[in-house]
């Protein structure tokens, strides 16, 4: 079994990228656990704060990232980026102490995403690559999941409604717990 973190970089109740993630854990194929993990209480980052010990919602994601043997993505993409309430858990995740190191390095990491644009989050997929390559994550390159006009396709209660795109997840995870579990084996 492959378990992954999936953590949503949207906070608001309708988020296309939040049903995304909830549609994922629903098309998970056989032998991965898509396990849900969340941003929402993180606050801004403040050395000053971070001296004072780390904030719970923090530990709590820095936590659910070490568990897991896996860590999905689902960006929006904002002003052809990375939406900062998402860099900013980022950021604190991706902080090192001596007791603590940070769960990013070595960790297996996909990145999709959902817009009501046209080119469905490529550019803020474009944007994670950086910042997986400073943290020594191990970034998969080997699918992709982009979801255009995600207006189109799920419903008033954010259900995913568009089969094709319920298929892609399915093999998108596919993929990527095969990279996992060779990571695993490593
Ligand atoms: C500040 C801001 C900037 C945005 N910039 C982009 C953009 O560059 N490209 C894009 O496709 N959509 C952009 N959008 C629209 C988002 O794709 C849309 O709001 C989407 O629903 C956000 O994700 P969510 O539904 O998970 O909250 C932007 C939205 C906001 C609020």
């Known amino acids: 079994m492959v378990r992954i973190l999936g953590v949503a970089g949207s906070l608001r109740k309708g988020s ?5 993630l909830r549609a994922a854990v629903e098309a998970a194929p056989e032998g991965v656990e898509l396990v849900l993990g969340t941003i929402r209480g993180i606050p801004l980052f403040d050395a000053d704060e971070e001296a004072l010990g ?3 919602a ?3 994601l820095r936590e659910g990232i070490r568990a897991a043997d896996g860590l999905l993505i689902v960006s929006p993409e904002y002003n052809a980026s990375i939406p900062g309430v998402m860099k900013n858990a980022a950021d604190w995740v991706s902080r090192v102490y001596p007791e603590d190191p940070s769960p990013f390095a070595g960790k297996p990491v996909a990145v999709m995403g ?3 644009g046209n080119f469905g989050t490529l550019q803020a997929q474009d944007a994670w690559r950086p910042v997986f390559k400073r943290v020594e994550a191990q970034m998969w390159f080997g699918g992709q999941v982009v979801v255009p006009r995600a207006q189109t396709l799920f419903d008033a209660e954010g259900a995913l409604t568009d089969e094709a795109t319920a298929k892609r997840l399915t093999q998108f995870l596919a993929g990527f717990a095969g990279f996992v579990g060779k990571m695993k084996g490593a």
Do not use: D
Request: hydrophobic share 55%; proline share 14%; glycine share 0%.
């Open 114 to 116: 959902a817009s009501m």
């Open 54 to 56: 780390l904030p719970p």
């Open 16 to 20: 296309y990228n939040a049903a995304l």
């Open 58 to 60: 923090v530990k709590a």
